[in-house]
């Protein structure tokens, strides 16, 4: 059983999950205003990923007998710069998610909820892969900033991306 601790902070990392799939949609929605349907599809796919991350929290909640809360979501910001600025906020906001998942680590250890921590060692697992891929994709960006043949490849390369639902036990 969680503690009302752990509880209310799993319902917080579930309403942070489930803005990430907001601010990820209100990404894909200006990549498509700029017509960059490739990295409008890649937000989507991340979205999507973000959902079934929520889910995971909802899920685990309630398999443990604690009670889920949806908490009020911000809106997201909808205008951006360019595409540098979207992986920047993107980048920023993963750095986020990171601090607070580790952060509900940290609250698992000193509960010692040992079905809490094994839960969470996923999520730190994910956000290595999270922070990389938008770090990656924001230095493939100022690598050909300016150059619109470079965001075209970029563009088709990251409309590639499918999403791929995590596993059972993950």
Not at 133 to 143: A, D, E, G, T, Y
Not at 145 to 164: A, C, K, M, S, Y
Request: proline share 4%; net charge negative; with cysteine.
């Amino acid at each position: 059983m969680l503690s009302q601790n752990l509880q209310d902070a799993f319902n917080e990392q579930m309403k942070n999950e489930f803005y990430s799939a907001y601010l990820y949609m209100a990404m894909a929605g200006y990549f498509q205003s700029e017509d960059l349907p490739g990295f409008a599809s890649w937000m989507r796919v991340q979205a999507l990923e973000e959902m079934t991350h929520g889910e995971k929290f909802f899920n685990f909640t309630c398999e443990t007998g604690g009670r889920t809360h949806l908490l009020p979501i911000a809106g997201p910001p909808n205008d951006f710069k360019s595409a540098i600025d979207v992986f920047e906020q993107g980048l920023t906001h993963e750095k986020f998610v990171t601090a607070s998942i580790n952060n509900l680590m940290n609250i698992a250890v000193e509960e010692k909820d040992h079905a809490a921590q094994i839960f969470l060692h996923w999520f730190v697992t994910e956000q290595i892969e999270e922070e990389s891929s938008f770090s990656l994709i924001l230095k493939k960006l100022k690598r050909v900033e300016g150059d619109g043949r470079g965001l075209l490849l970029l563009d088709q390369e990251l409309g590639q991306r499918v999403f791929v639902p995590p596993t059972q036990s993950a």
